[in-house]
């Protein structure tokens, strides 16, 4: 049987390597950069790609939605939600008093801020939380890092203080990508677009969220992110209840499409923790009564 081979940021022990490792008959394949990551996914190098979208502290990955919006035309296939643990980490003998630097992702860093300011000491930005490890550990100076338990137990440093994360329900959210599948619905799935305004004017963004509005289609993320076309031009990233199989779905993206602005569809796929089949049954059995209801009015009305 032949392996998927799925990239994810390296080197090994990363978060993006411990969501990968959850994936079923995988062959995990470190890259350096997310630039390279999806680069080799859209090239055919790797069947898929693993990648963080959003963090719950600090929002979306930037790298990742650009690359997504920007530079390829690649699909989201799956999402895996996973708790994020920081920990302090340095070579043994290293004591905490000692530190003279830490290094991280920069996303782990923005994390640890209570920490940081205790410690006083400078910070560094890494390619990924366990590139940081890794420095840390080939280095001789007296450094940190902060990173997973799995990246330092891979290259040797001790725990100097576990659970370091400003907040302790820190989590991330990754998704699976690939070239041209769209997963079939499986009842509990998210569709995510964006949007291109044909032209900046009054109400544009009202008008895009009406046809979301007229259909009762639940929307689970709007964040404007800009095209890098001039300053104050800004996209539309929409996330939203549904499966683009879903008739609902497809019309109000058709209509999206020919009247309201240019759409990028980023992919249909099953989410994880979030139970849309329910909140759209809700939606259904209120118009039902609400349909009964004026129904019954409008029979009163005399011949």
Avoid at 25 to 37: H, I, K, N, R, T
Wanted: proline share 4%; net charge negative.
């Amino acid at each position: 049987m032949t392996l998927a081979r799925v990239g994810y940021l390296g080197p090994e022990g990363s978060f993006s390597h411990e969501a990968v490792t959850s994936l079923d008959q995988v062959e995990a394949v470190a890259c350096p950069s997310f630039a390279d990551l999806l680069s080799d996914v859209a090239s055919g190098r790797l069947d898929r790609g693993l990648v963080p979208l959003e963090n719950a502290i600090e929002g979306t990955v930037s790298a990742t939605i650009d690359g997504l919006i920007f530079d390829h035309e690649l699909l989201i296939e799956r999402e895996i939600v996973l708790p994020i643990q920081l920990h302090l980490l340095a070579r043994p003998g290293v004591t905490r008093q000692q530190v003279t630097k830490v290094l991280s992702y920069v996303h782990a860093l923005a994390q640890c801020r209570t920490l940081l300011q205790s410690l006083g000491v400078a910070t560094e930005h890494s390619s990924s939380t366990s590139q940081a490890v890794r420095e840390v550990a080939e280095s001789s100076e007296p450094w940190a890092a902060i990173g997973s338990r799995l990246a330092g137990e891979i290259f040797g440093l001790n725990i100097l203080e576990a659970d370091v994360e400003d907040h302790r329900d820190n989590a991330t959210r990754f998704v699976l990508v690939g070239r041209d599948e769209v997963p079939a619905p499986s009842g509990h799935d998210r569709t995510t677009i964006v949007c291109f305004q044909d032209a900046d004017r009054p109400g544009s963004l009202y008008a895009i969220l009406g046809h979301f509005a007229a259909r009762d289609i639940n929307l689970t993320r709007l964040e404007s992110r800009p095209t890098k076309r001039g300053l104050g031009d800004y996209c539309f990233i929409i996330e939203l209840e549904g499966h683009v199989a879903d008739q609902l779905v497809a019309d109000c993206l058709t209509d999206l499409q020919a009247h309201v602005a240019q759409v990028k569809f980023l992919g249909s796929y099953p989410v994880t923790g979030v139970v849309a089949a329910d909140r759209r049954e809700e939606v259904a059995i209120a118009r039902a009564s609400a349909s009964q209801w004026i129904t019954a009015i409008r029979a009163r009305i005399r011949p």
